[in-house]
């Protein structure tokens, strides 16, 4: 379709929760009570049922906050042909990113997953009005087009256009093979993490380990920092089912000061852990890199990444030597444009990218992503959280297959696409489950998450 | 007051927003373009008049998203006696950062904003309620009162709290001294940066310059970065105004890559240039440690801060040697708490503070800040910007002396209220400028402050 001829008229913008406290999905030490949620995006266009959506996440209260940030860049976009957008989307990106409100929140926090909702809107329009996948969309760039996605401003002492466009010629020449392995699933390995929450029994983790490993799952991470006895018992449960092979890790989602992070992770040393995720602060690059240096001999690497919130933290992250594997978030980072230029950083300094992807939706936006890394990126294979929740509400779902390979996504788009059945329930407030004693409850609460915290 | 007899019973979040960019004030190369608005929070209590106000900044375009934000944290702190809230702020402020709303930008963008807006409430009421100007009521606090103000996760790798309490006995020895001091308006000497706006023409920086000699500043701050040959003129219009005892200071407002920050102050060196401010992105660390070890041949130093939100940024920047000045801002960290923690870092490696302060309120709030750092904390003298547009609009407006100096705070609180009358002109989009005609046309620009960038 010719993108000229495309033009976006309108948009709408809904709050989407999922309670999925109640099941305690997504718990960990830092978040004791979330609710999957999405500040949810659609362009419609002139071309009849040609419509771009994009996302962003949130963990129950404040998504309305990230809502009425959507609201306030949406409209930026209307009215202009697409291909004046998709022309150079690393220009696109910076002007989302200027203005007025780039003063409260440069490149971060809550105006970033806003920034990344619209783009992703924008690249799944595109990709669906190319009739592609948006992995493949991006796969089929040359090396100049894919630089062209990309705002390398602060970039430039690490990672120039001209080098990218280097690094990515060379991995071109390989590039039709892997192509042909991601179109026959055997790109993305998967590993597991729904195994790993808290809040549930032993008799419960060792039953979704037992499924786990049936499934082909051969890497598990747990969430970890409840204390060493803890740990150790719930650790040891994996390494029971999983055998000497399996690779463990563990997340403790930033609990710990940094040498508090050294001191407790050296007693885990014996259980082989290939990394803690989020020791301590995710801003904390430096602590980082003191943790991962002081755990080397342990055998003990280091990730973060899913709270990192734009690629010049991330570069700082690589040239501190502070990483072992790159954990970016598909919503965290400004879309697909400063997805890439991480994947590039990440791939000069010769760090594996394992994306985040513990969340409603993740999975869908993720396997884009890890294929994007694995075809046309570092061209090298990596593995690929896999949380087998709310798959179903989505009109793209991802799978895996049998033997623990993640499906590579066939249908056009960036699998952003909800079914609308399902806000009759979860938009907040309308939807049935928000009007019901229970959502209002939780809704009131301004606490919620925070159990045992609201008493002083 | 009994401080256990005091409850918050509700709040009022109104959206405050001066049209500033009719002016050109507060104009640099990074916002073209901004109106000075407040996220502004009052919370209403049991004792008749007693009213704490706290507000947080933004530029314009996006109060809407802080105030939302705001309206968020609010209700938590309702209905509980205040001295359950001041009795340990630090725990205050680290269960106002918990829970679902935190996964969304962990200490970060709008939500530390709104975090900063409701305890600065908090800090304004316990101020009032005591009788005491806020630099007053800190600066009275023992050691162990002002260290339990502060949340010290993330930062014991560098300050225990032992350690704070050991540096803040050792300063106490010669405290009385420097309230006395601070009781005579000699305790924080002022800068000058609205002359030094883009926008203005020659002739008006001069007149503007010629006033400020007048009112004894020997300090200027000028942006620049609009090219060698254009800052060179203004820097000299500068310099011929002071002559060679003046202090030169400029502000480029993130617009370099590192190298390019390196390369363009190297060809200044000759304008003697205490520092450059916000040479490239505030998230960069290494960067700016990068550009400090560069310049520092050329005797050009360099300082940021204004962008930086939380503590532990400013942990590294320190322990990077990047900044030869800190540049806190009054909002952008949470609230009194965590600038309590940053004068401390700072005081620790030895590296002066020098708030930023350019807009509307915010040398109102700086000038507590800078109190309690002279009399309570470094203990040492420091300057603090003072741009002289929008005092009328507050209750408590800051001033300086005819000597140059800051007038030290006297009315109770933290200098927060601003008259009733403005909202009627000034609150959006009820107030009657923004019902105007002008007033909409900028509303309903979503483009606006990005000057030249909204065509592709």
Redesign the interface.
């Known amino acids: 379709m010719d993108l000229n001829t495309i033009t976006i008229t309108s948009f709408t913008v809904r709050d989407l929760r999922w309670p999925t406290s109640l099941d305690a999905i997504g718990t960990d030490p830092?978040?004791l009570?979330?609710?999957n949620s999405f500040g949810y995006l659609q362009y419609k266009t002139n071309v009849p049922g040609l419509i771009g959506t994009g996302w962003s996440f949130?963990?129950?209260?404040?998504n309305?906050?990230?809502c009425?940030?959507i609201r306030?860049?949406a409209?930026?976009l209307l009215n202009?042909p697409l291909a004046?957008?998709t022309?150079?989307m690393g220009?696109?990106q910076?002007?989302l990113q200027?203005?007025?409100?780039?003063?409260?929140?440069?490149?971060?926090?809550?105006?970033?997953?806003a920034t990344c909702a619209v783009l992703n809107a924008i690249w799944d329009l595109w990709a669906k009005a190319e009739k592609k996948p948006l992995w493949r969309l991006v796969a089929d760039f040359s090396p100049e087009e894919l630089v062209r996605a990309i705002d390398f401003?602060?970039?430039?002492?690490v990672l120039t256009p001209e080098q990218a466009v280097e690094m990515l010629r060379e991995t071109g020449k390989s590039k039709a093979e892997r192509l042909q392995l991601a179109l026959e699933n055997k790109a993305v390995p998967a590993y597991n993490t729904s195994a790993g929450w808290l809040g549930h029994s032993d008799d419960k983790v060792r039953e979704l380990l037992g499924q786990a490993v049936q499934q082909g799952f051969r890497h598990f991470k747990l969430k970890a920092g409840l204390g060493l006895e803890v740990d150790r018992k719930r650790l040891g449960l994996v390494r029971e089912a999983v055998g000497d092979e399996g690779v463990l890790m563990v997340d403790v989602n930033?609990i710990w000061?940094?040498?508090?992070a050294i001191e407790y992770m050296k007693q885990l040393a014996d259980l082989k852990i290939w990394f803690i995720e989020e020791p301590?602060?995710?801003?904390?690059?430096?602590?980082h890199a003191?943790i991962r240096a002081a755990l080397k001999p342990y055998g003990i690497g280091v990730a973060t990444g899913e709270?990192v919130?734009?690629r010049?933290?991330f570069?700082?992250l690589l040239?501190?030597h502070a990483l072992d594997a790159v954990q970016l978030d598909a919503c965290r980072l400004a879309s697909i444009n400063e997805i890439l230029a991480v994947l590039l950083l990440s791939a000069k300094f010769g760090v594996p990218v394992v994306p985040h992807s513990g969340g409603a939706g993740m999975v869908e936006l993720c396997s884009h992503i890890s294929t994007i890394d694995f075809v046309a990126v570092s061209g090298k294979k990596s593995i690929l959280e896999y949380t087998d929740h709310l798959h179903e509400a989505f009109e793209a779902p991802a799978a895996i297959t049998p033997d623990g390979m993640h499906v590579t996504p066939v249908a056009p788009g960036y699998s952003c696409d909800v079914k609308e059945s399902v806000f009759g329930e979860f938009e907040c407030p309308q939807g049935s489950f928000w009007r019901s004693a229970k959502g209002l409850e939780m809704l009131n609460d301004?606490?919620?998450?925070?159990l045992g915290?609201?008493t002083?």
Not at 98 to 106: K, L, Y
Not at 153 to 157: E, H, M
Not at 280 to 287: H, N, Y
Not at 446 to 450: A, I, K, L, V
């Open positions: 830092m978040n009570a979330g609710e949130a963990n129950g209260q404040g309305d906050v990230l009425t940030a306030s860049l409209p930026r202009r004046s957008l022309a150079n220009l696109t910076r002007k200027s203005g007025q409100i780039r003063f409260m929140s440069p490149e971060r926090g809550v105006l970033q997953l401003r602060y970039l430039s002492d930033q000061d940094v040498d508090e301590t602060s995710p801003d904390d690059i430096l602590g003191r709270h919130n734009n010049v933290m570069k700082q040239q501190a301004p606490w919620r998450g925070t915290e609201q002083s």
